[in-house]
């Protein structure tokens, strides 16, 4: 018996094979910061769709292992120390997976801190405002007849695109080489058109990041992660 078999995870969603490392995900964003960066590392794998719904993410199994009832997360049965190393927020597990392979993340020096100070702006600050914009502009929240909300959340969301599209001026990817911040960054730039948000957002003053996105969704690693897991049949 493994020591995963012993997670209350494994009665809702147990794993095929447990030697790989386990991702419970579903595709929003945040989801795909880590099917992305687990197809680019070539880490063994497998995925467990875990649906944004209360049935799933605030059930006693999910809770187990994280308890801000948030996907993503995973399980590494092959953690530091040869223990299994359950973890949750995509940042960390980002970081987590770089260091663990040595890929996409400098081990020391001034650019790994260029990197990681990338991770952060993008975990505090476009995740979440692009995310509360999202909810204002496209989603429940537009109905509310107060326009101070989704006014203030337009303006922070241009404001942060503003931000991104002046660091990527003469770059290809927003610290130097290719890296977790990228992986982090541009699956929330990708939520602006399921927003349908390119016209209030004034998309056409931001031609780098028009380009960045592009460069980005070419990659075979993320044309792949991107649908990992799979969205359930509709």
Known sequence: MTPLSNHPIQNRWPAA???KLQLYSFPTP??????????????PYEAHLVTLS?????????LAL???NKIPAIIDPDGPDGAPMP???????????????GKLLPAQGAKRHEVLQWVMFQMGGLGPMLGQFGYFYAFAGKDIEDPRPRDRYIGEAKRLLAVLETQMEGRDWIAGDYSIADIAIVPWLRALDF????????????????SYIERFSKRSAVQKGLNIPPRPAT
């Open 17 to 19: 094979d447990p030697g």
């Open 30 to 43: 945040n989801g795909v910061k880590v099917s992305i960066m687990l197809e680019e590392i070539g880490l």
């Open 54 to 62: 209360d049935a799933d993410v605030k059930s006693p199994e999910f």
């Open 66 to 68: 994280n308890p801000n």
């Open 87 to 101: 973890l949750f927020e995509s940042g960390a597990i980002l970081i987590y997976l770089a260091e663990k392979t």
């Open 195 to 210: 927003y349908d948000a390119y016209e209030v957002l004034g998309w056409d003053n931001f031609p780098q990041l028009q």
